[in-house]
């Protein structure tokens, strides 16, 4: 009986899921897209949190486009089959501005954090704080957990020069997605 149950809830909120996206002129998140995220990823920590994102970010646009990518970017991982996904929106304290500081995705071997951003039209000091607030919160947990993580800033749109430039002065990794996923 349980298992008719939790096959239902399954495709209940599957249904729910897929159908709360209306068109719009930044468009949606594939639906075949979202239904193979949500059946993987619907027992892993902090999924459902980013679909409830999703959801209500419906009418606005750069968010609805930046956890598309996170949701993109976790089924390109998960079908690799190189590395686990652990968490989504990992939350963890940076030890030296003691700011609290979310990650994206994190897998067994990276801490990620996605952007589907301008990179020319973005508030340049806030998200180099971030980045290097991230990347210290890297380094400490893998001193304390006596890990080999590496952090990661994946994109969905070509990083300019000069990011990439200072990406290397800072010992950041970044990658850069592949349009023909």
């Known amino acids: 009986m349980k298992k008719i149950i939790k096959k239902l809830l399954t495709a209940l909120s599957l249904f729910l ?6 068109p ?10 979202l239904k193979q995220a949500y059946k993987i990823f619907s027992y892993t920590p902090g999924a459902k949190t980013v679909f ?6 419906s009418h606005d646009c750069h968010s609805t486009k930046g956890y598309e990518y996170e949701i993109k970017t976790a089924v390109k991982i998960k079908n690799k089959k190189e590395e686990k996904i652990i968490e989504f929106g ?9 700011k609290v500081r979310e990650i994206d995705i994190r897998t ?7 952007k589907n951003i301008n990179w020319k039209k973005t508030n340049v000091k806030k998200l180099k704080k971030q980045f290097c607030d991230q990347r210290d919160l890297t380094d400490f947990y893998n001193k304390i957990n006596k ?7 994946c994109s969905n749109n070509p990083i300019p020069a000069q990011w990439k430039k200072w990406f290397d002065r800072e010992n950041i990794a970044f990658e850069e997605t592949d349009k023909d996923y």
């Open 17 to 22: 899921i897929t159908s709360l996206y209306i």
């Open 108 to 114: 067994d071997k990276r801490f990620i954090e996605c």
């Open 147 to 153: 890990t080999n993580i590496f952090y990661v800033v």
């Open 52 to 57: 409830k994102k999703i959801k209500s970010s």
């Open 90 to 98: 990992c939350r963890l304290k940076c030890p030296k501005s003691r």
């Open 24 to 33: 719009s002129a930044f468009g949606i998140i594939n639906p075949s897209v």
